[in-house]
């Protein structure tokens, strides 16, 4: 494993870095406010080539490994952890529409997408059920050429901003398991989809929502790989974006422990500089060693995928440990920072609420350690 940044790395990070600085900080607290991204930052950032950087040129993206997609993700989150969301979303998106779509039917979805036009939606997770994925109830019956869809999807984010979704949904009859599930590409503008918002305590700028579908017809050409196989197909994906997430939360903490070394250097108690007491300069320290540790996990795993490797344990450590780490470092800084950083003024309340989300969607911690579990002693050992 090489851990050198080659000078193409090098340019496209430091781009990033400062876009976010730039263009993201100042207004993510606005955003928040506001319930939704600005279009306008999102059409730049598609000029610049930030979204989706790993999928094939053809597509919209730059062709580039998922190792660098990562750090191009972490660069920005330092900015504004709801921009990160929305980059793992597309990376997810992006990776199961170009591997299991037909090029025709796909492409236009991805090409908007990388260029910052559309979002999208996964939409997996059902009322009374987000864990045991496989037991969908959102019917898909083929008609002929066309496939109808009645149900109820849960939790999705971006639930009324994206224009199209991934939704997985039951072919196979009754008590079929992972064995009866299908996805497929599906326009949210359709005649019968209807979406709805929640008010959540956090991730409020990518906003989290539910979205109905009244017998929604969509082409058979929108089947994401064989018919029945869509679960065990296509949820290969998330091995790689459970890596993001673990990488766009740990930018968050990042930027949370930099910006504390210096004001706890700045501010003085009994004479003396902050850190030169070690009940300030001793948490923080231990925060960067787990920082660091938990961060090349992460970027292990994504090198792991480059080389087609398997990475499934990987990846559910990634994702159980960068959100839980994450938030107790905020938290860390929040407290160092004192009685200022309890206001709405700083950053740190809304950096808290953000990363909570994570260790929830996507995948609980509970979750994660069963598929690392079973990894080590065998699905029956669990």
Known sequence: M??????????LVTMARQFGE??????????????S???????????????????????????????TAGLVLEALCRSDYNIGQLMVTMSLAGAILARHGAADVVAPWLQS??????????????????SDAA????????????????GEKTSTTFATQAGFAVVWARTGPAGSGARGVSAFVVPLDLPGVTTSEFEDLGGRCAGRGAVHFDRVEIPASHLLGEENQGFVQVMQGFDYSRALIGLQCLAVARQSLDETWVSASERQSFGRPLTAHQGVSFPLAEAETHLEACRLLCLKTLWLNDQGLPHTAEAAMCKWWGPKLAFEIVQTCLLINGHAAYTTELPYEQRLRD??????????????????ARHKAGRNAT
């Open 2 to 11: 090489n851990f050198s940044v080659t000078p193409e790395q090098d340019s």
């Open 22 to 35: 730039q263009r993201l900080a100042p207004y993510y607290k606005q955003r928040e406010r506001e319930g």
């Open 37 to 67: 991204f600005d279009r306008d930052t999102l059409l730049e950032m598609g000029r610049l080539g930030f979204f989706c950087v790993e999928l094939p040129e053809p597509y919209g993206g730059l062709g580039l490994d998922c190792v």
């Open 113 to 130: 997408m990388t260029v910052g036009e559309a979002i999208p939606a996964i939409a997996l997770t059902e009322p009374g059920g987000g």
């Open 135 to 150: 037991q969908l109830r959102l019917r898909a019956q083929r008609h002929g050429d066309t496939y109808v869809l009645d």
């Open 355 to 372: 990363v909570l989300g994570l260790q929830i969607g996507d995948g609980t911690a509970q979750i994660m350690k069963l598929v690392i």
